[in-house]
């Protein structure tokens, strides 16, 4: 951690760092466990490679979005402030962030169990009750990446069409190939049911904690933002109940079941949380350096992609069988 940091978390926030440990994840970004008389903290530093000032401000307005969850019962951690900021800026290279440490362990498809989805499916519950007694201003739009409405899948995909070439791979033309039937099929009215509003719009295996049979934190709100609801839903069941190619219909059971303590869920739903998350991720994780060497998240991500498009016509079976 630059000493910058330690100097103003002491003339700032009154925290003397008695031991500092480097935190693994996060892209670019950097975090430390830090020991203090204030107990455990997090202190994440942004990485302006990855982010313009301007993405980070936007950032700010959505962990002040995390600050009313938190108080409103939601499990994820306390974020410090000083004189009502959440993100310091040292200069204009150095932005960091504080918050609560939370313990919990992350899980992967194959380890999580169905008390940990049915704690998860009332965990998100609870978010997206809370995130819908924020106000929604007028003007709020949809993220501009991704394919949130259908002219811009079809944009992505012939975009991608034309800059294919003989140096990509045959599996990435075939998967560019298949997903053409999909669009043709789909009509605007299909994203026009869906509810809007905040979401966390990043629900996946890596920003949730977990304890022996419950969710300890639900983590990194960078990304929440005015989407569609029913994305994050979408999002939890590829990152924790897809092993491999088989859809463990347990798991997604047991986070209905939780789901629907709070808020009224169906497996139709479920069925268009899915399809609703392969149009927003495809334009994200159908691009040919994922189908070479690469790092096993965004494989993952593509694999799901690529799950989703096979059994685009038949989710509804699956997910009741």
């Given amino acids: 951690m630059d000493s910058s940091i330690i100097d103003d978390l002491k003339d700032s926030y009154g925290i003397i760092c ?20 204030k107990g455990e903290l997090l202190v994440k530093q942004y990485s302006i490679k990855r982010f313009r000032r301007e993405s980070i401000e936007l950032i700010e307005s959505a962990l002040q979005r995390q ?11 306390f974020v410090w402030q000083y004189k ?6 040292l ?15 992350t899980e992967r498809p194959d380890t999580t169990t169905t008390a940990q989805m049915h704690s998860l499916g009332s965990a998100c519950a609870v978010m997206h009750k809370a995130f819908s007694q924020l106000p929604v201003h007028l003007g709020e739009k949809l993220p501009a990446y991704g394919g949130y409405t259908l002219d811009s899948l079809w944009k992505n995909f012939n975009s991608r069409m034309i800059k294919c ?8 033309y075939k ?42 934190a639900i983590i990194d709100f960078d990304r929440n933002c005015y989407s569609y609801v029913l994305h994050d ?8 109940a897809l092993e491999g190619n088989i859809m463990n219909v347990e798991k997604v059971h047991a986070f209905l079941e939780g789901y629907s303590q709070h808020s009224i869920l169906t497996l139709s739903d479920i069925a268009d949380a899915l399809r609703l998350s392969w149009c927003i991720e495809v334009p ?24 989703l498009t096979k059994h685009w016509f038949e989710i509804e079976s699956l997910l009741s069988s």
């Fill in 18 to 37: 008695n031991e500092i440990i480097p935190v693994t994840g996060g892209l670019l970004n950097k975090k430390w466990k830090v020991f203090s008389e």
């Fill in 67 to 77: 600050i009313i969850l938190e108080k409103n019962g939601v499990p994820c951690p």
């Fill in 84 to 89: 009502s900021s959440i993100i310091r800026w």
């Fill in 91 to 105: 200069d204009d290279k150095t932005a960091y962030m504080v918050m609560d440490f939370i313990p919990g362990k």
């Fill in 165 to 172: 070439s003989a140096d990509d791979s045959v599996e990435y």
């Fill in 175 to 216: 998967a560019l190939l298949s997903l053409e039937p999909i669009l043709k099929q789909l009509k605007s009215k299909f994203f026009d049911k869906f509810t809007k509003g905040f979401t966390h719009e990043d629900f996946h295996s890596g920003n949730i904690l977990f304890g022996v049979d419950c969710v300890s």
């Fill in 233 to 240: 839903i979408g999002r939890a069941i590829l990152s924790f």
């Fill in 284 to 307: 994200w994780w159908i691009q040919p350096e994922f189908f070479s060497e690469c790092n096993e998240i965004p494989r993952r991500f593509k694999d799901e992609m690529l799950w």
